[in-house]
């Protein structure tokens, strides 16, 4: 059965940071590029940040230079470290593991960031 849980989510002030983790299990996790999605309050689902198996990174314009997305493959673990928050950052974050014609995702942990 695969499983990709979330944590670190909570609330934080506006300035601050998080760490949010995603640990997998019931896959191969390096042959799964791996990302985070947010889905702000009354908004649709967007990509945050990815990482592919080979360790390159993407990000949405809205994150560049104040998030960070890593993984540690021998942990099966995907992580978003997220700095200088903001509260447009308020979002349920996902978790989602992809190859060809297989995805997966998390059940979500949400993020709260006051002004």
């Known amino acids: 059965q695969v499983q990709l849980v979330e944590s670190g989510g909570g609330l934080v002030q506006a300035g601050g940071s998080l760490r949010l983790s995603c640990t997998t299990s019931g896959i191969i996790f390096n042959n799964y590029a791996m990302a985070w999605y947010r889905q702000p309050p009354g908004k649709q689902r967007e990509l945050v940040a990815a990482i592919n198996v080979g360790g390159s990174t993407n990000y949405a314009d809205s994150v560049k230079g104040r998030f960070t997305i890593s993984r540690d493959d021998a942990k099966n673990t995907v992580y978003l470290q997220m700095n200088n928050l903001k509260p447009e950052d308020t979002a349920v974050y996902y978790c989602?593991?992809?190859?060809?014609?297989?995805?997966?995702w998390g059940q979500g942990t949400q993020v709260i960031v006051s002004s």
């Open positions: 989602n593991a992809a190859r060809p014609l297989r995805a997966y």
